[in-house]
C-alpha cells in the first residue's frame, strides 16, 4: 500500500491560519472514513477528526470551532483548514484511514506545523 503525503505545514504565529493536504492513492478514497491526526513532540499520537463523505466531520474537542475537516473525492484528497492557531496546536499532523492506524507502515511523513511568536 501507499502512505498518505501530507504537506502545507510551517511555522506560524499564535492566531494565524494554516491549511494542511492530504494525497491519498487508490480509487477507495471516496468511500472511505479519513482522519487527521497528530504528534506533540512528547505525546502520544491523537486524533484531530475524521471526514467521512455524506456526512459532517467530527472533531476533537481541543479542535472545535477552529479547524475545519474537508475532502475532494475526484483529486483523493483529504484537508485541514486550521484557524486561531495555539501554540499547543504544535505537532507533526498525519493523516490515514482510521482502519489502518494500529499498522505502523501505513503512515506518511506527516507534516510538522509549529505555532510560535
Known amino acids: 500500500q501507499v502512505q498518505p503525503v501530507e504537506s502545507g505545514g510551517g511555522l506560524v504565529q499564535p492566531g494565524g491560519s494554516l491549511r494542511l493536504s492530504c494525497q491519498v492513492s487508490?480509487?477507495?478514497?471516496?468511500?472511505?472514513?479519513m482522519a487527521w491526526y497528530r504528534q506533540a513532540p512528547g505525546k502520544q499520537r491523537e486524533l484531530v477528526g475524521t471526514?467521512?463523505?455524506?456526512?459532517?466531520?467530527n472533531y476533537a474537542d481541543s479542535v472545535k470551532g477552529r479547524f475545519t475537516i474537508s475532502r475532494d473525492n475526484a483529486e483523493n484528497t483529504l484537508y485541514l483548514q486550521m484557524n486561531s492557531l495555539k501554540p499547543e496546536d504544535t505537532a507533526v499532523y498525519y493523516c490515514?484511514?482510521?482502519?489502518?492506524?494500529?499498522?505502523?507502515?501505513?503512515w506518511g511523513q506527516g507534516t510538522q506545523v509549529t505555532v510560535s511568536s
Open positions: 490515514n484511514l482510521p482502519t489502518r492506524a494500529t499498522r505502523s507502515d501505513s
Open positions: 471526514s467521512t463523505t455524506g456526512l459532517l466531520p
Open positions: 487508490g480509487s477507495f478514497f471516496a468511500f472511505t472514513t
